[in-house]
């Protein structure tokens, strides 16, 4: 039988990428790691940029990092603007400690499917305290 953290981990490997940046942002609001969020090219630049100011602090806070052409951007640990593609997304979410968050402290992050897995699994194994390893 497949452990928790592996029906997890399978999960998160079978959504979408987007969908798997939406749950890592869930994460991240709930474990309380705002810098650690990670939004797409289009509501960065749109909602999140001050258009007024856009041309001046964006050239400012663009690093090595960025490329126009990623889907995905981010403030790196330096504070500047970083990118990554739709496939290399995933190598900045560390699936993981996800993983091991929400079976620490039973949270699904607002996700039905995932609160599905967590109840599903308690209820065929007994309840789950700590991260399956």
């Known amino acids: 039988m497949n452990s928790l953290s592996d029906l997890l981990v399978k999960f998160f490997e079978d ?15 709930s474990a309380e790691l705002y810098d650690d969020q990670i939004y797409d090219f289009e509501t960065f630049f749109n909602e999140l940029c001050d258009p007024r100011n856009f041309c001046d602090s964006v050239i400012r806070k663009l690093s090595n990092e960025f490329d126009g052409d990623d889907d995905y951007v981010w403030y790196n640990s330096c504070g500047y603007i970083a990118s990554a593609s ?3 997304i995933s190598k900045r979410i560390d ?4 993983v ?3 079976i620490e402290n039973d949270d699904d992050l607002g996700d039905t499917d ?3 897995i967590l109840d ?3 209820e065929g194994e007994g309840e789950v305290d700590e991260y399956d390893e």
Not at 15 to 29: A, F, G, I, P, W
Not at 95 to 98: F, L, M
């Open 120 to 122: 599903e699994y308690e």
């Open 95 to 98: 699936i993981d400690e996800i």
């Open 15 to 29: 959504s979408r990428t987007s969908h798997v940046v939406y749950l890592h942002n869930q994460y991240c609001e």
């Open 86 to 88: 739709e496939r290399n």
């Open 114 to 116: 995932i609160r599905d």
């Open 100 to 102: 091991r968050y929400i």
